[in-house]
């Protein structure tokens, strides 16, 4: 008979870096498709969030 163990600690250290690069990846997109909006409404949604950020929208 043998017995099998298993370690918790790394998958709480794996859930945390893959819950950081999704946050980093949903937050780069957001701000990539705010910045290269074309439509007025999405413009005008976007323009503050823009210039608060630093990007460049005219």
């Given at each position: 008979?043998?017995?099998?163990?298993?370690?918790?600690?790394?998958?709480?250290?794996?859930?945390?870096?893959?819950?950081?690069?999704f946050a980093a990846v949903l937050g780069?997109?957001?701000?990539?498709?705010?910045?290269?909006?074309?439509?007025?409404?999405?413009?005008?949604?976007?323009?503050?969030?823009?210039?608060?950020?630093?990007?460049?929208?005219?």
């Open positions: 008979m043998t017995t099998q163990t298993k370690t918790i600690a790394g998958t709480k250290a794996q859930s945390l870096i893959l819950s950081a690069l780069g997109t957001m701000l990539f498709l705010a910045g290269h909006a074309q439509s007025a409404t999405l413009h005008d949604a976007a323009h503050d969030v823009r210039h608060a950020t630093g990007f460049p929208c005219h």
